[in-house]
T-cell receptor
Framework: AQKITQTQPGMFVQEKEAVTLDCTYD???????LFWYKQPSSGEMIFLIY??????QNATEGRYSLNFQKARKSANLVISASQLGDSAMYFC?????????????FGKGTRLSVIA | GAVVSQHPSWVICKSGTSVKIECRSL??????MFWYRQFPKQSLMLMAT?????????EQGVEKDKFLINHASLTLSTLTVTSAHPEDSSFYIC???????????FGSGTRLTVV
């Protein structure tokens, strides 16, 4: 079974609008961490935002916020005021358990295209 | 900030030859390094976990004799693709544990093309 599911292969958004990228996860661990990364065409992985399973508040980092719904096992990324430079692949990832030298497991990604 | 230097950024090699990819942590000690492979328009798939001074742990389906991983020091891990074939053409990227708050520092990736 897939640990991380991103159901939107591609998304379009108008510049300056907000967009939500979906991510659901599967784990039986109580302790886990959820991450979002941006991958532009150059290939580098740019860390955007992190949410720990015990964090009670939704994480926010500038224009990025994470809509964490633990009971539904979803961790959607919200990008506000989209910019042309936001066009890229976006990956949701999980670490379980949320400690030690544990690798990230990635979803299949969503390609976001921002339209002027 | 924490930096992992990955080299080369791209390489073209002939079928049957070997290629070495290096990941070096510049300003921190990385006891653990993860190696991922990414085919075009696909996700990052974990290939192996390397720990300094010990043998790498490979994921199911990854040939350890083909993808040799060496983590001989706290700042350097290498991935050697031996007897490369066109199907090995892919984007390879490393990720070191530490020292950022959330624990992962990625290299910039290596695009390998085998002709």
């Amino acid at each position: 079974a897939q640990k991380i599911t991103q159901t939107q292969p591609g998304m379009f958004v108008q510049e300056k609008e907000a967009v939500t990228l979906d991510c659901t996860y599967d784990t039986s661990d109580q302790s886990y961490g959820l991450f979002w990364y941006k991958q532009p065409s150059s290939g580098e992985m740019i860390f955007l935002i992190y949410q720990g399973s015990y964090d009670e508040q939704n994480a926010t980092e500038g224009r990025y916020s994470l809509n964490f719904q633990k009971a539904r096992k979803s961790a959607n990324l919200v990008i506000s005021a989209s910019q042309l430079g936001d066009s890229a692949m976006y990956f949701c990832a999980m670490r379980e358990p949320n400690s030690g030298n544990t690798p990230l497991v990635f979803g299949k990604g969503t390609r976001l295209s921002v339209i002027a | 900030g924490a930096v992992v230097s990955q080299h080369p950024s791209w390489v073209i090699c002939k079928s049957g030859t070997s290629v070495k990819i290096e990941c070096r942590s510049l300003d921190f000690q990385a006891t653990t390094m993860f190696w991922y492979r990414q085919f075009p328009k696909q996700s990052l798939m974990l290939m192996a976990t390397s720990n300094e001074g010990s043998k790498a742990t490979y994921e199911q389906g990854v040939e350890k004799d083909k993808f040799l991983i060496n983590h001989a020091s706290l700042t350097l891990s290498t991935l050697t693709v031996t007897s490369a074939h066109p199907e090995d053409s892919s984007f390879y990227i490393c990720s070191a544990m530490g020292p950022t708050v959330y624990g992962y520092t990625f290299g910039s990736g290596t695009r390998l093309t085998v002709v």
